[in-house]
């Protein structure tokens, strides 16, 4: 079951680190990936949704010791 608590781990990281990514770079994700006129409106999803997959992966580091196999 250790496995288990690796893959958390890691799944944990990764959701961590895209959304420091999407915080961090939206604007030009949203200049590149997307064709609408509103690029300040897209920017704010990006970072919303940055922001919401940090809290979970924070979540899921967190919380993964106090889950019992």
Same mark, same amino acid.
């Given at each position: 079951m250790e496995i288990l608590k690796i893959v958390? @781990?890691?799944v944990g990281f990764i959701l961590l680190a895209i959304g420091v990514v999407f915080i961090y770079d939206? /604007?030009?994700i949203t200049q590149? /990936?997307?064709?609408?006129g509103d690029r300040n409106e897209?920017?704010?999803v990006l970072k919303f949704i940055g922001? @919401?997959?940090?809290?979970?992966?924070s979540l899921v580091? @967190?919380?993964q010791n106090n889950i019992s196999y």
């Open positions: 958390l @781990i890691l939206a /604007r030009k590149k /990936r997307f064709s609408f897209g920017a704010k922001f @919401i997959m940090s809290i979970v992966g580091i @967190i919380f």
